[in-house]
């Protein structure tokens, strides 16, 4: 149910510590996609870290081959784990196999690792959309309602990439010991006060935040402006 918002001049680097932590820590990290967390992965990459106890797994994936520019695992990839030696065990999601198959398959993985109660993650990485998704919930849509299962295929994406996808669902997502939300640029501005400012909007980042232990919300200058 706790909250903390943090503005910072460079909220990549945070991140990127408390990245390498639990890593060092031996802990299940779930990563996300999209552009803010690119940095991050750079940047813990570059720190010293022990890597090769801790396992990392994905909130969502987009519908393509890992090796699509597209790929959310393609980019931890290409900015992390090709950097790290030893290397952590990886857990990506088959976004190749589809939304169906490859929401299935991650679950079963999840069911594997966790048993048959949420997958409770030490560090749950997750970036904000401009309309307040996060993973790959969109607003107003029923993949947001699923309680059931811990991973869900999206048909239809809200925002771009327009490709299918999928993701964990809010019982997944709200399971997590830590919840980290990276979040820059002036874009955002109206989502993160939406998500995490007094009053706010049913967003599926309020109802993460809301429901999860502990969330942490790092925001560049630009991101906290309406805040
Ligand atoms: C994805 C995501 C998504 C992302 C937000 C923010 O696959 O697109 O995991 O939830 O985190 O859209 O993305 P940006 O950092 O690119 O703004």
Known sequence: MAVEVRVLDDPAAEAARLLAAAASAGGHLALTGGSSPGAAYQQAAGLSAQWEEA?????????VPPDDDRSNYGMARDALIARLDPAPTVERIRGEDGPGAGAEHYERALRAAFGDRPPIFDLLLL????????????????ALGVSDRWVVGVERAGQPPYVPRISLTVPALTAARETLFLVCGEEKADAVRGAFGAGGE??????VAAGAAHTTVLLDHAAAGKL
């Open 127 to 142: 970036g904000l959309g401009p309309d307040g998704h996060c993973a790959s919930l969109f607003p107003g849509t029923p």
């Open 55 to 63: 396992t990392l797994w994905w909130g969502d994936e987009r519908c």
């Open 202 to 207: 049913d967003l599926p980042a309020r109802r």
